[in-house]
T-cell receptor, first 114, second 111 residues
Framework: GAVVSQHPSWVICKSGTSVKIECRSL??????MFWYRQFPKQSLMLMAT?????????EQGVEKDKFLINHASLTLSTLTVTSAHPEDSSFYIC??????????FGSGTQLSVL | QKEVEQNSGPLSVPEGAIASLNCTYS??????FFWYRQYSGKSPELIMS????GDKEDGRFTAQLNKASQYVSLLIRDSQPSDSATYLC???????????FGTGTRLKVLA
């Protein structure tokens, strides 16, 4: 399956600051990457679909100006949480769909906003 | 109606027993179904994928799919304490090709 690297693993920041999360597909050229968010004891909620070379497609209720997604190459997608607030504290996970339709995940980023 | 439904559990089984996890989905046109295991604080890892009706076996795991009933299940034979985790059912929807996850079933295997 696809090997997906995600950094950082965890980040603590002050309210109002921006946080950038990187997701790299190490062995697969990913034209599409998915960003999920998971609150404690809840399931994964799809935030957006990141498309290489074009704008991301955001799910209903996800603010595109707050969660900036850039997919500049076939191996890298970034998610920037702008002006983070405590309610943005969550586990953010990126994923890549392989040629066999299987979804493989990065290790996730635990964001804590103070 | 939720798109993918699972019983949240916890489901407790003794070591060595068979654990049975169930999932229903609402999009009748879905073609691809997956089971993921997620340990606390970690990201999900793929266990099984299934695309056609019937059973698919891989080691101690068997996935079962019934598209007419919109039902997917996962059986874990000879359950081990290390199998204790949350199991997520995922469906790739038709049309939009998004992967939708259930809320997960927490499995506890008792030594």
């Amino acid at each position: 399956g696809a090997v997906v690297s995600q950094h950082p693993s965890w980040v603590i920041c002050k309210s109002g600051t921006s946080v950038k999360i990187e997701c790299r597909s190490l062995d697969f050229q990913a034209t599409t990457m998915f960003w999920y968010r998971q609150f404690p004891k809840q399931s994964l909620m799809l935030m957006a679909t990141s498309n290489e070379g074009s704008k991301a497609t955001y799910e209903q209720g996800v603010e595109k100006d707050k969660f900036l997604i850039n997919h500049a190459s076939l191996t890298l997608s970034t998610l920037t949480v702008t002006s983070a607030h405590p309610e943005d504290s969550s586990f953010y996970i990126c994923s890549v769909s392989s040629g066999e339709e299987k979804l493989f995940f990065g290790s996730g980023t635990q964001l804590s906003v103070l | 109606q939720k798109e993918v439904e699972q019983n949240s559990g916890p489901l407790s089984v003794p070591e060595g027993a068979i654990a049975s996890l169930n999932c229903t989905y609402s999009d009748r046109g879905s073609q691809s179904f997956f089971w993921y295991r997620q340990y606390s604080g970690k990201s999900p890892e793929l266990i099984m994928s299934i695309y056609s009706n019937g059973d698919k076996e891989d080691g101690r795991f068997t996935a079962q799919l019934n598209k007419a009933s919109q039902y997917v299940s996962l059986l874990i034979r000879d359950s081990q304490p290390s199998d204790s985790a949350t199991y997520l059912c995922a469906v790739r929807t038709s049309g939009t090709y998004k992967y939708i996850f259930g809320t997960g079933t927490r499995l506890k295997v008792l030594a």
